[in-house]
Structures are given as C-alpha cells and as structure tokens.
C-alpha cells in the first residue's frame, strides 16, 4: 500500500547483520505490540530460528484478547511472555528458558521499530544500557548487552537489534495497526493521517464500544473531536490533519483506556 514508504539505510543493514548475529545466537525473542500481535509480527526477522514471542506494551493491551492471542501464538508451538512495563524482569528471569540456556548464553531481540525492545532490555539488564525513545528509529546499530539473570552462575548477552519495517506487501489493515501503535514515523504515513485516524476511531466504536454519542460520519466525528480540543486553524475552522493526529496520539497514551486492534477470531477485521 502507498503512503507508509519508510525503509532507511540503517535497517536496509540491520537485516543483512541479523542473519550473520543469529548464527551466534541461542535464544531468540520477538517482541511484537500487544495491541496488534499479529500484524507486528515478521517470523521473516528470525528466518530459520524459532522465537519466544514476548508482548510488548501489555498494560496498554485489553487483558482477555492478550489471553486469546497468546493461546493463539502457543497453538503454533510459541513459548509466549506477556511484559509489563514495570513487572517484567523478574517473571522473565524466572521463566525456564534462562534455565535451560547454556552458559555464556546469546539472545537475539528483535521487532519492529518502537514496540520496546531496548526497554525491555534495559529491565533486563537492570540499568540503561540501551537506548531507548518514544519515536521509531530509535537504535540505529545492532548491541550486546551483558546481563546476568537472577542468581543464575552464566553470563547472558542480549543482542538489542533495530526495529525493522516491511513496506512490501503491506495491506491496508495490517498499515493502519502498524501506524496505530506508532511502529511507523508520523511523517512517513502524514498523507494518510486521516486514513488511519478514521480507521482507529471505527474500531474504536464498533469493538470497544467509545464514542458511542459521536457523530457517525467521520468528517463529523473529527470536527466535533477537534472543536472539544481547540485544535482550530487560523479561520477558526477545525485544522482536521492536527484532530486526526491528537486521536492517534491519544490511542497511543493509552487515554481510551486498554485497547487491542484486532482479535485473533477476527485477524483482519
Ligand atoms: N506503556 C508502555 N510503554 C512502553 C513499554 N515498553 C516500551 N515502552 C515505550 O515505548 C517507546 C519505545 O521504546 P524502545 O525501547 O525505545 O523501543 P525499540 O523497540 O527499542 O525501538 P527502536 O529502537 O526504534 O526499534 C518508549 O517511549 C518506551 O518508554 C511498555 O511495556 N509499556
Ligand atoms: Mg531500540
């Protein structure tokens, strides 16, 4: 689909490095964003070596369809994680794949950009060893980073990667999650915006039950969403670009409350 171009030299070289990196690997994670599992997912990130699929961002995620997904991942042979932002490190340490590692163990963590693979490295590793931001893009080169998890008597390095992202073949309802949940700059989908925003608030209302009072007509819905926020131009008319941008990034503060895109009962509804 056009409109979500966005493929900088840095991940062009993080795809060819990761194949050189996972060789040297033991332990493979994928972090996908737990409000759309199945679109963040890329099993080509890891062609060959099975990952443990770990939910990024589930306290933003709707509790039961985590479940399902999870059930979802695990009936194709996934070991599944759900992180938490705050709570993950020490479940993670104690989860049994860090025992059954080998010493000196490697782990490769990949994902697409901005779903919180240096954060969850950072737990991990108990410090800010990686960094991290809220825009995609963030890690530009691959890193090893030591950690040692609890009290085991073995080094572990986790490899944090660039998040890498696939505009080829790239249908509608997989482009709008991915924009959604921002794995994808603002400004690489800006002629989309509204695109997005429309499909967000239709999901919205029709599987979370929001906006139920809200016009139905989504030129309406924006006028009135940007009139309530000031969001006007210089006229005084409602600047509708700056609307559709406030209610992305509202979905994305998580101001609508735990909300996920898609179920697995209905992938691609
Ligand atoms: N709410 C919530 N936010 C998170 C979580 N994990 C990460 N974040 C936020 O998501 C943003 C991206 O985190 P990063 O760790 O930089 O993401 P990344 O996958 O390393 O991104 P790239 O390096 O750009 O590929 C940051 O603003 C984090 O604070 C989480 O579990 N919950
Ligand atoms: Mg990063």
């Known amino acids: 689909m056009t409109g979500f171009q966005w493929f900088p030299g840095h991940m062009a070289r993080a795809r060819r490095e990761l194949k050189t990196y996972a060789a040297k690997a033991q332990l493979?994670?994928?972090?996908?964003?737990?409000?759309?599992?199945?679109?963040?997912?890329?099993?080509?990130?890891?062609?060959?070596?099975?990952?443990?699929?770990?939910?990024a961002k589930s306290d933003l995620a709707e509790p039961a369809e985590s479940d399902r997904w999870r059930h979802w991942f695990q009936r194709q042979g996934y070991s599944v994680f759900?992180?938490?932002?705050?709570?993950?490190?020490?479940?993670?340490?104690?989860?049994?794949?860090?025992?059954?590692?080998?010493p000196s163990a490697k782990a490769v963590v990949v994902g697409l950009p901005n779903v919180g693979k240096s954060t969850l490295i950072n737990q991990l590793a108990g410090g800010k060893k990686a960094r991290t931001g809220a825009v995609p893009g963030i890690t530009r080169g691959p890193q090893w980073i030591k950690l040692?998890?609890?009290?085991?008597?073995?080094?572990?390095?986790?490899?944090?990667?660039?998040?890498?992202?696939?505009p080829q073949n790239l249908t509608e309802e997989r482009a709008w999650r991915l924009a959604a949940v921002g794995t994808i700059p603002e400004k690489n989908f800006e002629s989309q915006i509204g695109f997005v925003a429309e499909k967000?608030?239709?999901?919205?209302?029709?599987?979370?039950g929001l906006f139920g009072d809200a016009p139905a007509d989504?030129?309406?819905f924006l006028e009135e969403f940007g009139k309530k926020r000031g969001l006007l131009s210089k006229g005084g008319a409602v600047n509708v670009e700056r609307a559709a941008h406030q209610l992305i990034l509202d979905f994305q503060k998580g101001k609508w409350g735990r909300i996920t895109l898609e179920s697995p009962d209905?992938?691609?509804d």
Do not use: M
Request: charged share 20%.
């Open 82 to 102: 759900l992180s938490q932002k705050e709570a993950s490190l020490n479940k993670l340490r104690r989860e049994p794949f860090w025992e059954n590692a080998i």
């Open 266 to 268: 209905a992938p691609q």
């Open 148 to 166: 040692q998890p609890g009290g085991a008597k073995k080094d572990l390095y986790l490899l944090d990667t660039p998040g890498i992202f696939y």
């Open 200 to 208: 967000l608030a239709r999901y919205a209302r029709t599987h979370c």
């Open 218 to 220: 989504f030129t309406a």
């Open 28 to 55: 493979f994670f994928h972090l996908v964003d737990a409000r759309a599992p199945q679109s963040t997912f890329y099993p080509e990130l890891l062609a060959g070596h099975k990952p443990i699929i770990v939910f």
